[in-house]
């Protein structure tokens, strides 16, 4: 916290988070300047041309902002995992669960979490976030902790869907309305999104490390088994992040200043997202529905979303997990070799989040993955190609959990004129895309067709190829709308141009001594003239 407060400086003295709204001031305002793009040199990190005074401010926010919502996303995506990891460790045959029963625990945890989405974004509108997401963070914890005394699959049921209900609220609320989508600009979300969700990607492989630690040290200390003794971590692991979140969390940005942020600072975090057109979050009323629903974002966004969650059901580490055991490999070896795939994801996502950030494009990143996955799931279909062959096909698959930053990213930036509506999309994207992948799972990826997944992998190849075809239908809806923006504002300059050259021919024929009262009327009439 110290840092923090240095790098405040010493022109505002350190205040309590309850004395901590600003008294805007006009002069506040304009000192503030956003310095516009140098050249298009490559950059990892810091766009060319940025003062000192944004750097200072982006550094702020990465140290803050970024860094809470990665470990807290790492927590959630920690028990997601967990449920597998414990599964392949030893829950399966201490509970009995012979049928499908890890599918259902999937299930219902996807349920939970789909119904929790809207109840979770209305709140969220009428709770600051600062206070909303460590309460959810407190209770989400007693319940992942609960799963550890379950005697079987129906507890465990009940529990996952508390679980998901409560994690609703995760997802939204850091990627838009509290954090990533509300504090950065266009050309330094993509990173921040990737390195966001890379961080829940990282908990799939500690997932695994800290599941294979159990069962060579722990596995039966104090009469618990080593995967009850999973979530018991995970609970000692999140309980500290309730308290992260009540210092860190910025309050709402266009309502009050926060500690940590002069109101310098404050300022110029509004003028940075108005530079990009982003508009700032106002009320949701019926009108919202008609422009969501209006609108080619909510559709062709929420379509794109689908293919790439029926695509992500298969392969995955857990798919890679089943195989593993039905080959005989030892408890590490199941929990651990999985990881390599999330390694890929990880890596992938970060290279592509900063190219895209360069380049201003996610396509040639979306082209890539897709091609990737086609060759993953062919390779799978085939399946009779050997060990060496198999574990490839497992771990390039992991791209295709880069587009899912890249797709959020996409859709900060088509939406970024209308805050209410840029909010619906991204829930949708997220609770439809999973409500697809939640029957697609059981229909196409039952358990109890391991090993082999038969179905699975030929319905995953399928939706690559749709995939693949379904990047040139957004590209074309997007450059529409860019090019009639351009259109629009090309038309607004003229008008006021027009507007200037009336004035100073009004002021022209005033010098002269002439009569220059032009009427409603005749400056009606010049407009009609001029266009």
């Not at 966001?196 to 088994?225: C, P, V």
Request: hydrophobic residues 45%; charged residues 15%; glycine residues 6%.
């Amino acid at each position: 916290m110290s840092f923090l407060r240095k790098m405040k400086g010493g022109s505002q003295q350190s205040q309590s988070p309850d004395q901590s709204e600003p008294a805007t001031t006009s002069a506040t305002a304009e000192e503030v300047y956003i310095a516009p793009k140098a050249n298009n040199n490559f950059y990892f990190w810091t766009r060319p041309g940025t003062s000192q005074e944004e750097k200072k401010l982006v550094q702020k926010l990465d140290l803050a902002i970024l860094t809470f919502c990665c470990l807290t996303f790492f927590t959630k995506d920690l028990d997601r995992n967990n449920i597998n990891n414990a599964y392949v460790s030893g829950m399966k045959e201490d509970l009995g669960l012979y049928g499908n029963e890890l599918n259902w625990m999937t299930t219902w945890f996807q349920i939970g979490y789909i119904v929790g989405q809207i109840p979770s974004q209305i709140l969220l509108t009428k709770i600051s976030p600062r206070w909303y997401l460590p309460a959810a963070e407190f209770l989400w914890a007693f319940f992942v902790l609960f799963i550890y005394k379950c005697e079987n699959a129906q507890q465990i049921y009940a529990l996952r869907f508390c679980v998901g209900f409560i994690e609703a609220a995760s997802w939204p609320g850091l990627h838009f309305m509290a954090q990533i989508g509300t504090w950065y600009r266009n050309h330094e979300i993509n990173k921040r999104s990737g390195i966001f969700t890379a961080a829940g990607i990282a908990a799939t492989m500690f997932s695994g490390y800290i599941q294979a630690g159990i069962y060579t040290t722990i596995d039966g200390h104090l009469g618990i088994r080593g995967w009850r003794w999973l979530f018991i971590i995970d609970f000692l692991i999140t309980c500290p992040m309730v308290v992260v979140g009540l210092i860190i969390i910025p309050n709402p940005l266009h309502e009050k200043g926060t500690w940590w942020m002069t109101e310098k600072e404050r300022q110029m975090c509004i003028k940075r997202l108005e530079t990009d057109n982003r508009q700032p979050l106002g009320r949701f009323d019926r009108s919202l529905f008609k422009r969501v629903l209006g609108r080619w974002h909510f559709w062709i966004l929420c379509t794109w979303f689908s293919l790439m969650y029926f695509v992500y059901q298969a392969p995955t580490s857990t798919t890679m997990a089943l195989w593993l055991k039905a080959e005989n490999y030892s408890v590490p070896d199941t929990n651990n070799l999985p990881t390599v795939y999330s390694a890929v994801s990880i890596v992938f996502m970060l290279v592509s989040g900063a190219y895209n950030d360069w380049r201003g494009s996610q396509v040639e990143s979306v082209i890539l993955i897709c091609m990737t996955q086609i060759v993953s799931e062919s390779m799978l279909v085939a399946w009779n190609l050997g060990k060496p062959a198999l574990f490839f096909a497992f771990y390039i698959a992991g791209t295709i959990q880069s587009l899912f930053p890249i797709i959020v990213s996409w859709t900060h930036q088509v939406c970024s004129s209308d805050a209410e509506e840029r909010a619906i999309v991204i829930g949708a994207l997220n609770s439809i895309g999973l409500a697809q992948g939640t029957w697609w799972n059981q229909v196409f990826v039952p358990t109890v067709e391991a090993p082999r997944f038969y179905r699975g992998y030929r319905a995953g190849l399928a939706a690559s190829l749709a995939l693949s075809a379904w990047l040139p239908v957004v590209m074309w809806f997007t450059r529409r709308q860019e090019r009639k923006g351009k259109a629009e504002a090309a038309h607004g300059e003229v008008i006021e141009n027009l507007g200037h050259d009336t004035e100073e021919g009004k002021a022209s024929l005033e010098k002269r001594g002439v009569a220059a009262n032009l009427t409603e009327q005749d400056k009606a009439n010049e407009v009609g003239i001029v266009m």
